[in-house]
Nanobody
Framework: QVQLVESGGGSVQDGGSLRLSCAAS????????MAWFRQAPGKERERVAS????????FYTDSVKGGFTISQDNAKNTLYLQMNSLKPEDTAIYYC??????????????????WGQGTQVTVSS
């Protein structure tokens, strides 16, 4: 059974940084896409960043380019999202997701098979 467990959320001031982690277990596919999504109150869940297991297929949504970095440690089965220069509009629940290894990685949340429980990120001005 696949499990994804996020950690690292919290509250920061405008311009601050946070690093999210997602520990994965039970995923047996040789290749896959891993992604970070976020959902703010009243808004749809959006893909923030994604990467394929072997590091190709990097994607960032336009609003986080230059500030967020997705990375993974395959030996630890852990996905990361380093978030710098955070803004109040980055406030949301952040979710880790795993899905099929298409190229590019799937766009929409319905295309991802497994989800973590989410971690709250709050950025205050």
């Amino acid at each position: 059974q696949v499990q994804l467990v996020e950690s690292g959320g919290g509250s920061v001031q405008d311009g601050g940084s946070l690093r999210l982690s997602c520990a994965a277990s039970g995923y047996r596919d040789i290749n896959y896409c891993m992604a970070w999504f976020r959902q703010a109150p009243g808004k749809e869940r959006e893909r923030v960043a994604s990467v394929r297991r072997f590091g190709d297929g990097l994607f960032y949504t336009d609003s986080v380019k230059g500030g967020f970095t997705i990375s993974q440690d395959n030996a630890k089965n852990t996905l990361y999202l380093q978030m710098n220069s955070l803004k109040p509009e980055d406030t949301a629940i952040y979710y880790c997701a795993a899905g099929p290894s298409t190229y590019p990685c799937p766009l929409g949340p319905s295309q991802y098979n497994y989800w973590g429980q989410g971690t709250q990120v709050t950025v205050s001005s």
